[in-house]
């Protein structure tokens, strides 16, 4: 048994892609150990034929390996001389203490120890994919979510993980850009975005896949080439990016939100992935193996890849449409009220007396149409959890902004317009000629006041149920609850004066009054009714004869019949798209030959590649190797 001796440890980074260990050995020598990927390895290689012995042979198994679909991994030596090592330590220590830029010169001083190495030869390792990550993919590039994976691996690894996920189908094209030049990138984009164009297919999700690696990203996010780079990238079903750092995955978002105005969505679970998280409009991080940066740095948190689909289709369609009610359903029912004060101010001659009680204007957001809205924002949904999980078509409608938008938005205020118009007019011409009571007492302004908020207590209230998609308990007891506990309120607040002789003395008996007259109970029973009559009439007629995707599978929900059947979102038929789309294969041939060479590497599908080295954790790398006794029994 042989004793080492660790000196220092050269971190791993996701920049770097590379981990160094220095050691004394038994013998006294100074040797560098390192590990990494092949593209940062072999080309620190020596010149010398020791150094390069298993060079031909490394690169067979590393091409082997990728085709298995297994993660790869280099392995070098270096000799240190002693004299070297004084002098670089020196160097290292000033580096790692430094206050500025401290990074900065660490890589630098551990690049300049990371050269003239020998190749030991290469590591592979298997990761299977987490369970049904196939299956998400799939739904989301049928709910027609763009798919676009960033990633590390070699580009043979790469193409694997997209075939084994259901990104890449073996029908599809493949387009590889592998550029070394500024010039070489331009002209491989161009060219296929001029055949693209040819056909009218730019900018369209046809049936192909472009996969390009680091290098080439460098010159194809170039300001001058960064237009034509994303409408090649959007005219493709699926992007496939190998070889990246973590500052070129966010570059690519980044590139997405600002030449599509797309909302983008980052998933990852490991340290490489956090600034790509960030970027994004949502990020979503997957707390695992790998680490908490991921999760910590996200907008939500999930433990596996498959909750995505959920986290998509069912939380964030129900969370669309009911955030979406909420906020259209708070401007109508306060304009409904608040704008009744300037058809009274035509009557009043502009005098600024409020028509209503000022303490109940102050209750009416507080109390009597509080609960609605959280039984909308809460409660209601368009169809089940499990329908939605199962037909991601249906989150077309989320997409289109179905719920929420101009057109919407104007539609409900011009609806608060008119309603505010008939519960005003309505009881105002029913109270024209003035209504007396046996006692001698007359009607006021406060009488034809609290008759329309009571009217468009009502009235709010049952418009939120006639909004509601799914009707529950508390449902019911929000809209019963809220007119209820306005009519309570009434009575009470009636009889408060004279005991309280601050308070509500321009109310006193104001119930009795209103509860005993006929056309206060005629308004209730009449206006409510008028007043939605079209609203229930454009609900009926749009889920009858206008049904929508959404509308048939509720219905088919509420009476147990068969979903499938309504469902519209299934496979596209070929168009004339497609038809288009196989003239232009026919003309990339030099893609078709690399296709061809692909489509030879054959793998299991339950491999997976979900693997990255922690960065910057609680316990440094150096701590691990150090307290690691390899002498001690596994």
């Not at 593209?39 to 198994?61: A, F, K, M, W």
């Not at 205020?413 to 309603?419: K, Q, T």
Request: proline share 2%; hydrophobic share 40%; glycine share 6%.
């Amino acid at each position: 048994m042989e004793t080492y001796q660790v000196l220092n440890v050269i971190e791993f980074t996701s920049t770097r892609k590379r981990m160094s260990i220095v050691v004394k050995t038994p013998s006294g020598e100074i040797k560098l150990y390192i590990k990494g990927a092949d593209s940062v390895i072999l080309e620190r290689l020596g010149q010398n034929r020791e150094q390069r012995e298993h060079y031909d042979t490394t690169l067979n198994h590393l091409e082997e390996f990728a085709k298995c679909g297994l993660r790869t991994l280099c392995l070098g030596v270096a000799t240190i001389p002693l004299a070297q090592y004084e002098e670089w330590n020196r160097r290292w220590v000033v580096a790692s203490t430094a206050i500025n830029d401290r990074e900065e010169q660490i890589d630098e001083v551990a690049t300049s120890l990371e050269t003239n190495l020998t190749l030991i030869g290469a590591t592979a390792i298997e990761d299977k994919l987490q369970e049904q990550v196939p299956e998400t993919i799939e739904k989301l590039l049928e709910a027609n979510i763009h798919v676009w994976m960033l990633t590390g691996d070699k580009q043979e690894t790469a193409i694997n993980i997209a075939k084994s996920c259901r990104l890449h189908r073996d029908n599809s094209d493949l387009f590889i850009i592998n550029s070394r030049s500024p010039e070489e990138a331009r002209e491989e984009i161009q060219e296929q975005l001029k055949e693209l164009k040819k056909d009218g297919l730019v900018g369209k999700s046809n049936d192909i896949t472009l996969v390009t690696d680091g290098k080439s990203l460098n010159y194809t996010l170039l300001p001058d080439m960064r237009k034509d780079f994303i409408d090649l990238c959007t005219s493709c079903r699926a992007v496939v990016c190998c070889r990246v750092s973590p500052i070129q995955k966010a570059d690519m978002v980044e590139l997405v939100k600002e030449h599509t105005g797309a909302i983008t969505l980052s998933i990852g679970d490991g340290a490489n992935d956090v600034a790509m998280i960030q970027k994004a409009a949502v990020g979503v991080g997957i707390s695992g193996n790998e680490g908490l940066q991921a999760a910590n740095s996200a907008d939500f948190a999930i433990a596996q890849f498959r909750f995505l689909s959920r986290l998509l289709f069912v939380h964030g369609a129900w969370n669309y449409s009911r955030i979406s009610k909420v906020i259209l359903y708070s401007f109508y029912k306060n304009i409904t009220l608040y704008i009744i004060e300037l058809w009274f101010a035509i009557y009043n001659y502009w005098s600024g007396q409020v028509i209503y009680e000022r303490w109940t204007i102050g209750m009416y957001n507080l109390f009597f149409t509080s609960a609605p809205p959280v039984a909308l924002g809460l409660f209601d949904r368009t169809c089940t959890a499990a329908t939605r999980e199962e037909y991601p078509s249906l989150y077309h409608s989320t997409q289109k902004s179905e719920f929420f938008n101009h057109r919407e938005f104007w539609k409900w205020i011009a609806n608060s317009i008119v309603h505010s118009v008939l519960l005003f007019w309505l009881p105002q011409m029913a109270m024209y000629f003035g209504v007396s009571w046996e006692s001698g007492q007359t009607d006021g302004y406060l009488v034809l006041g609290n008759t329309v908020y009571t009217l468009v207590v009502v009235t709010t209230c049952l418009k939120a149920g006639i909004e509601m998609d799914a009707w529950t308990w508390f449902s019911h007891g929000s809209i019963w609850g809220s007119i209820a506990l306005w009519f309570l309120f009434l009575v009470i607040y009636s009889h408060i004066w004279p005991s309280a002789k601050f308070v509500a003395s321009n109310m006193a008996g104001m119930s009795e009054i209103l509860l005993s007259s006929p056309v206060f109970w005629f308004c209730l029973l009449l206006v409510p009714t008028v007043t939605l009559l079209a609203d229930v009439a454009f609900r009926a007629i749009k889920t009858t004869v206008f049904t929508t995707e959404t509308d048939k599978i509720r219905i088919a929900e509420v009476m147990n019949k068969e979903v499938a059947v309504y469902v519209e979102g299934g496979r596209r038929p070929i168009s004339e798209t497609s038809r288009l789309l196989r003239n232009v294969r026919k003309r990339f041939r030099k893609n078709k030959q690399r296709q061809e060479e692909q489509a030879t590497m054959e793998m299991d599908v339950r491999h997976g590649y979900a693997f990255s080295q922690e960065e910057a954790g609680a316990v440094s790398q150096g701590e691990y190797i150090r307290r690691y006794d390899t002498t001690r029994p596994r």
